[in-house]
């Protein structure tokens, strides 16, 4: 999928290194620069891709994902915004409405090392249809040989909030993954808490954790690829890792049924605390990954 995206015809070219291409219904903005590529879809201000000179792709992106107005992409880093998870309401979209609407590219710049690139959300008549609330969220993104991503989000409201990433992997059932804290809440099994005896999860089967004393860095050590990557969280209070394992993979249909295999998601979240914007004093979200050895 990422090297269709590469290869789709360029609608603008906004400057040497960024350019605005269709892919089926949405917009995308392809970064092809000497030290980074990258790709964004402006529905969700979501990156699709990120692969920093002379590394594997990080990040992962289905192959199966429809890129339709108003459905979410599975892949890459999902903007989970002003809830996570389902909603409480039923018949509102799950993670959120930010995934499904279009943001728009506020401000670019680019120089030696790589790209800086702002996307805005503001409330609107479609966000009011699942929210009352009036808003402004900024999403911002660096790519080099670092990835940062942040959320800023301005009003007056509480949320919960989630960078959903999808990390490429080579084979799920050679992941460890270390740096999430010790106590989680198991939601594959009934949201019971229990402990990392060992500090290290694997995933043999369908994970799904919610981490309350979440650490500030995870490291994913991927024996398959021969890397390990660096996951730097900040402004969160949790850390979420999951995998759905073969038996949910095969139910989704914009995944392969052996998707499951080559990701595995280490997510910066605020969950189980939510957050707090006022006008004074505006909510933040953030990760910075890396890929740190091979």
């Known amino acids: 999928?990422?090297?269709?995206?590469?290869?789709?015809?360029?609608?603008?070219?906004?400057?040497?290194?960024?350019?605005?291409?269709?892919?089926?219904?949405?917009?995308?903005?392809?970064?092809?620069h000497p030290q980074v590529k990258g790709s964004f879809a402006l529905q969700g201000a979501h990156l699709l891709s990120w692969k920093p000179q002379g590394e594997e792709e990080v990040l992962w992106l289905s192959g199966n994902t429809p890129f339709k107005n108003g459905v979410a992409l599975r892949g890459g880093v999902p903007v989970c915004w002003p809830w996570f998870g389902p909603a409480k309401q039923q018949g509102l979209p799950a993670h959120g409405f930010a995934r499904n609407l279009p943001w728009a590219l506020k401000a670019h710049n680019e120089d030696a090392s790589g790209v800086v690139l702002t996307f805005e959300l503001q409330s609107s008549d479609a966000s009011r249809k699942f929210w009352p609330h009036d808003f402004t969220v900024y999403a911002r993104y660096k790519l080099g040989a670092t990835c940062e991503m942040e959320l800023e989000a301005h009003g007056e409201f509480e949320t919960t909030?989630?960078?959903?990433?999808?990390?490429?992997?080579?084979?799920?059932?050679?992941?460890?993954?270390?740096?999430?804290?010790?106590?989680?809440?198991?939601?594959?099994?009934?949201?019971?808490?229990?402990?990392?005896?060992?500090?290290?999860?694997?995933?043999?089967?369908?994970t799904d954790r919610v981490y309350l004393n979440a650490e500030a860095c995870s490291l994913i050590h991927d024996s398959?690829?021969?890397?390990?990557?660096?996951?730097?969280?900040?402004?969160?209070?949790?850390?979420?890792?999951?995998?759905?394992?073969?038996?949910?993979?095969?139910?989704?249909?914009?995944?392969?049924d052996d998707?499951?295999?080559?990701?595995?998601?280490v997510e910066s979240v605020n969950a189980t605390v939510p957050q707090k914007t006022t006008e004074e004093k505006p909510s933040r979200l953030a990760?910075?990954?890396r890929v740190v050895k091979r």
């Open 1 to 32: 999928m990422i090297n269709k995206i590469f290869a789709l015809p360029v609608v603008e070219q906004i400057t040497p290194t960024l350019s605005l291409r269709k892919m089926d219904e949405l917009d995308v903005i392809v970064v092809d």
């Open 287 to 289: 990760q910075t990954i």
């Open 161 to 206: 909030s989630a960078l959903h990433t999808y990390f490429n992997v080579g084979d799920i059932a050679a992941v460890k993954v270390s740096g999430l804290g010790d106590r989680f809440i198991d939601k594959v099994n009934d949201a019971k808490e229990d402990a990392l005896a060992d500090g290290v999860q694997t995933f043999p089967d369908r």
């Open 224 to 256: 398959a690829l021969n890397r390990t990557i660096e996951v730097i969280h900040s402004h969160n209070a949790n850390v979420v890792a999951w995998n759905p394992g073969p038996a949910l993979s095969v139910s989704m249909t914009d995944m392969p």
């Open 259 to 265: 998707g499951y295999k080559t990701f595995v998601c």
